[in-house]
C-alpha cells in the first residue's frame, strides 16, 4: 500500500455528490440560471444510470390548477395528514403549488408519460390520496411512465445533464467536508478506480446521497443506500433529523425484499391473510388496502403476529397475500409489466394465476440531513452552514414528515431539486473562490483509512454487517418498545467495539471493495444508533414511529429531533419547531391544517 495522502486537487464551481436524480435536477437548475457553472458530480456508482432513482416504479402526484374536481389544497392536505403532522407547511406549499409546473418542465424535456387515448396524462391513485379533505374518494392524481417512472425521470436528468457538461467521477465516495471559516468549501473524494485522495474545492456543495436501507435485512433499497451522506455530516459535528422515521412499505415480496409498488392495489390488487379474509377493512375502514403506508404495515405485522399471516416454505417467512388475479391482461402485461414480472422473476409465482405473498421491507427514510425550504444544510434549527447543501432523500426539508405518502418522493425529488439549483445559483453570484486547500483537509480521511488498513483481529466485516441488520429489523422495526430499544443501542455498541478488530485481507487501495464495504459498516452502525436514540427518546407513536408502550400521538413531540454524534454512542439530541404556516395564516381552509386526527 502507497502512504495514504491527497493526491490531487480540483476546484470547480459546485460538488454534487450523489448523481441520482435530485442531484442532477439541482445541476440543471444551477445551469439554467448561471450557464458558465462548472460542476461536478461524484457517484459511488459505476455509472448515473446505476442510481436508485431508476427503481421508482409507481409515478408522483401532481394536480393541475385547472383540474375541475382534484386540487393543490387537497393534496397539501393529504401530505400533511399522511405524514402524521409532522411535515412543514412552508415545504408542503412549496413543493405542491410547483408540481404541475416542474410535470410540465419533465414532459417538455423528453420524459414518455403514459397518456390516456385523448392523449392526457394518465392517472392512478394512490394511499392516502383523496378528494375533499378526506371527505371525497380516493383522488387520481399521479401521473406516471408505466411502471419505471424513476428510470424515466433519472434518463431525462442525466441527458440535460450531459448537454450542460457536468463532468462525473464514478465509483467514488465522499469521506470528508472541508470547511474554511465556518464555510463549506468542497469535500475529500476517494477514488476507487485510481486508489487515491482526490479534494475538490467548490463554492458549493451539495449532498445527495440517497437513503438508508441496508441497516436493514430486508430492504426496496440498492446495495449502495448505506447511509453515506448521513455518516458524512454527523462526523463533521453537524445534525440529522428525524431518523426514527423510517418508512415500511407493506408490499415487499417474500424473500428479495424487492417493491411490490402500490400502484398494484391502486389498480385494484387488495391484500388478504391465511383466512382468505381483505383485514384491510378493519384498520382502516374507508381506505382499506390504499391507507397510508405506516398503517398497512403495522396492519399486516398484526395479522401476522396474532395468526394470521401465511408461513412461506421457502424462505421461513410469515407473510399475507397480495391478490391482483382479477387485473385485466393489460394492467399486467403493459401498465405494470415490470411489476408483474417481479413475482415471475424472484417468486417463481404467476401472478395472473396465483396469489402473491407480501410482508413490510424498508423502503424510505423520512428523514435526513436538516435543510430550510431552499435547501441550504443547517447546524441547529435556525442558523445554516454557507456553502453546504442537502436534496433528495439524504435531506430533510421535511415535506415527508413522519410518513411519507406514495408518490411524493420523486415529486419532492425533482422540485426540491429545482429550488436548490435557484439557491446555489444565487449563492454563487457572490460567494468567494475557496482558495488553496487548508493544510488539515483529508486528516480525518487518511486517520479513517490508516485505521482500517492497520486493525488486527479476526472479526468478520460482513458477520458484524449482518448482524446489525438482523437486530435493527427485529428491535427498531414496525413495532418499538423501551426493552428493545435499549437491547438494540447495547448490541450497536458492542458492535462498533468489534469492528475495531476487523482485519482487512488487501492493502490495495485500488478497487478494493473490502475497504469501501468496512468504511460502510462504520456508516451504517452511525445511522441505526442514531435512528434507535432518537426512537428512544420519543415516547409516543407518529407515523412510521410506532412505540408499543407510548401508542398516541402526544403533543409534547410536536417537533423534528435533531441529533449529533461526533463521537460513537453519544448522541445529543435537539429539536425544531415544525411549520404550521398554512394553519397560522388563517385563510379560508385553515381549520385542516391543524394538528388533525388521523383515520381513514
Given at each position: 500500500m502507497n502512504k495514504l495522502r491527497i493526491n490531487s486537487v480540483l476546484k470547480k464551481d459546485v460538488l454534487i455528490i450523489g448523481a441520482g436524480g435530485a442531484g442532477l435536477r439541482t445541476a440543471i437548475?444551477?445551469?439554467?440560471?448561471?450557464?458558465?457553472?462548472?460542476?461536478?458530480?461524484?457517484?459511488?456508482?459505476?455509472?448515473?444510470?446505476?442510481?436508485?432513482?431508476?427503481?421508482?416504479?409507481?409515478?408522483?402526484?401532481?394536480?393541475?390548477?385547472?383540474?375541475?374536481?382534484?386540487?393543490?389544497?387537497?393534496?397539501?392536505?393529504?401530505?400533511?395528514?399522511?405524514?402524521?403532522?409532522?411535515?412543514?407547511?412552508?415545504?408542503?406549499?412549496?413543493?405542491?403549488?410547483?408540481?404541475?409546473?416542474?410535470?410540465?418542465?419533465?414532459?417538455?424535456?423528453?420524459?414518455?408519460?403514459?397518456?390516456?387515448?385523448?392523449?392526457?396524462?394518465?392517472?392512478?391513485?394512490?394511499?392516502?390520496?383523496?378528494?375533499?379533505?378526506?371527505?371525497?374518494?380516493?383522488?387520481?392524481?399521479?401521473?406516471?411512465?408505466?411502471?419505471?417512472?424513476?428510470?424515466?425521470?433519472?434518463?431525462?436528468?442525466?441527458?440535460?445533464?450531459?448537454?450542460?457538461?457536468?463532468?462525473?467521477?464514478?465509483?467514488?465516495?465522499?469521506?470528508?467536508?472541508?470547511?474554511?471559516?465556518?464555510?463549506?468549501?468542497?469535500?475529500?473524494?476517494?477514488?476507487?478506480?485510481?486508489?487515491?485522495?482526490?479534494?475538490?474545492?467548490?463554492?458549493?456543495?451539495?449532498?445527495?446521497?440517497?437513503?438508508?436501507?441496508?441497516?436493514?435485512?430486508?430492504?426496496?433499497?440498492?446495495?449502495?443506500?448505506?447511509?453515506?451522506?448521513?455518516?458524512?455530516?454527523?462526523?463533521?459535528?453537524?445534525?440529522?433529523?428525524?431518523?426514527?422515521?423510517?418508512?415500511?412499505?407493506?408490499?415487499?415480496?417474500?424473500?428479495?425484499?424487492?417493491?411490490?409498488?402500490?400502484?398494484?392495489?391502486?389498480?385494484?390488487?387488495?391484500?388478504?391473510?391465511?383466512?382468505?379474509?381483505?383485514?384491510?377493512?378493519?384498520?382502516?375502514?374507508?381506505?382499506?388496502?390504499?391507507?397510508?403506508?405506516?398503517?398497512?404495515?403495522?396492519?399486516?405485522?398484526?395479522?401476522?403476529?396474532?395468526?394470521?399471516?401465511?408461513?412461506?416454505?421457502?424462505?421461513?417467512?410469515?407473510?399475507?397475500?397480495?391478490?391482483?388475479?382479477?387485473?385485466?391482461?393489460?394492467?399486467?402485461?403493459?401498465?405494470?409489466?415490470?411489476?408483474?414480472?417481479?413475482?415471475?422473476?424472484?417468486?417463481?409465482?404467476d401472478p395472473k394465476k396465483n396469489l402473491c405473498p407480501v410482508r413490510p421491507t424498508v423502503h424510505y427514510q423520512m428523514g435526513g440531513i436538516p435543510t430550510n425550504e431552499f435547501g441550504e444544510a443547517q447546524k441547529s434549527a435556525d442558523k445554516i452552514v454557507p456553502g453546504l447543501y442537502a436534496v433528495g432523500e439524504s435531506a430533510s426539508a421535511s415535506f415527508q414528515g413522519f410518513n411519507r405518502l406514495g408518490t411524493n418522493s420523486l415529486l419532492e425529488l425533482f422540485t426540491m431539486g429545482k429550488f436548490v439549483g435557484d439557491r446555489v445559483s444565487e449563492y454563487l453570484r457572490d460567494a468567494d473562490d475557496p482558495g488553496d486547500l487548508p493544510k488539515d483537509a483529508g486528516e480525518k480521511s487518511i486517520s479513517l483509512f490508516s485505521k482500517y488498513f492497520e486493525a488486527k483481529g479476526s472479526e468478520n466485516l460482513w458477520k458484524i454487517r449482518e448482524i446489525m441488520r438482523e437486530l435493527m429489523t427485529e428491535k427498531v422495526g414496525v413495532f418499538r418498545n423501551e426493552k428493545l430499544l435499549n437491547e438494540a443501542i447495547n448490541q450497536l455498541m458492542d458492535l462498533k467495539e468489534r469492528s475495531i478488530h476487523i482485519k482487512l485481507s488487501s492493502s490495495s487501495l485500488i478497487m478494493n471493495q473490502e475497504l469501501v464495504d468496512r468504511w460502510e459498516l462504520d456508516n451504517l452502525l452511525d445511522v441505526a444508533t442514531v435512528i434507535a436514540h432518537g426512537a428512544i427518546n420519543r415516547k409516543e407513536s407518529r407515523g412510521a414511529h410506532t412505540r408499543e408502550d407510548y401508542p398516541e400521538r402526544k403533543m409534547d413531540y410536536n417537533y423534528h429531533t435533531l441529533a449529533y454524534m461526533q463521537e460513537y454512542g453519544k448522541v445529543a439530541l435537539g429539536k425544531r419547531s415544525i411549520d404550521m404556516s398554512i394553519f397560522e395564516e388563517k385563510n379560508r381552509d385553515y381549520k385542516h391544517f391543524d394538528f388533525v386526527a388521523r383515520k381513514y
Open positions: 437548475e444551477i445551469l439554467a440560471g448561471k450557464p458558465d457553472t462548472t460542476i461536478v458530480a461524484v457517484t459511488k456508482v459505476s455509472s448515473p444510470q446505476k442510481s436508485h432513482t431508476t427503481t421508482a416504479q409507481g409515478g408522483f402526484a401532481a394536480v393541475n390548477p385547472k383540474d375541475p374536481i382534484d386540487k393543490p389544497i387537497y393534496h397539501m392536505f393529504d401530505t400533511w395528514k399522511g405524514s402524521d403532522c409532522s411535515s412543514d407547511q412552508n415545504v408542503i406549499k412549496k413543493i405542491i403549488d410547483s408540481a404541475w409546473e416542474q410535470t410540465l418542465w419533465l414532459d417538455n424535456h423528453g420524459l414518455h408519460f403514459t397518456r390516456n387515448e385523448e392523449g392526457r396524462f394518465s392517472k392512478r391513485t394512490f394511499g392516502g390520496h383523496t378528494l375533499d379533505f378526506g371527505e371525497g374518494p380516493s383522488a387520481f392524481r399521479a401521473v406516471f411512465e408505466a411502471d419505471r417512472t424513476g428510470k424515466g425521470i433519472m434518463d431525462t436528468v442525466w441527458g440535460e445533464s450531459l448537454k450542460g457538461n457536468v463532468s462525473f467521477i464514478n465509483q467514488s465516495i465522499a469521506t470528508e467536508l472541508i470547511f474554511k471559516d465556518e464555510r463549506c468549501i468542497g469535500a475529500i473524494i476517494f477514488e476507487e478506480t485510481r486508489g487515491q485522495f482526490t479534494a475538490v474545492l467548490a463554492k458549493a456543495t451539495v449532498i445527495s446521497t440517497g437513503g438508508l436501507g441496508q441497516v436493514y435485512k430486508i430492504t426496496t433499497n440498492c446495495r449502495q443506500n448505506t447511509g453515506d451522506g448521513l455518516a458524512l455530516v454527523l462526523r463533521e459535528g453537524l445534525p440529522v433529523m428525524d431518523l426514527e422515521a423510517v418508512q415500511f412499505h407493506p408490499t415487499g415480496i417474500v424473500g428479495p425484499g424487492i417493491l411490490a409498488s402500490e400502484a398494484l392495489r391502486g389498480e385494484g390488487g387488495f391484500l388478504l391473510n391465511k383466512n382468505m379474509e381483505r383485514f384491510m377493512e378493519q384498520y382502516a375502514p374507508k381506505m382499506k388496502d390504499l391507507a397510508p403506508r405506516d398503517m398497512v404495515s403495522r396492519s399486516i405485522e398484526t395479522e401476522i403476529r396474532e395468526g394470521r399471516g401465511v408461513m412461506n416454505p421457502d424462505h421461513n417467512l410469515p407473510h399475507v397475500w397480495l391478490d391482483i388475479r382479477h387485473l385485466s391482461d393489460y394492467v399486467h402485461d403493459v401498465k405494470l409489466q415490470e411489476i408483474t414480472g417481479f413475482f415471475k422473476k424472484f417468486a417463481g409465482i
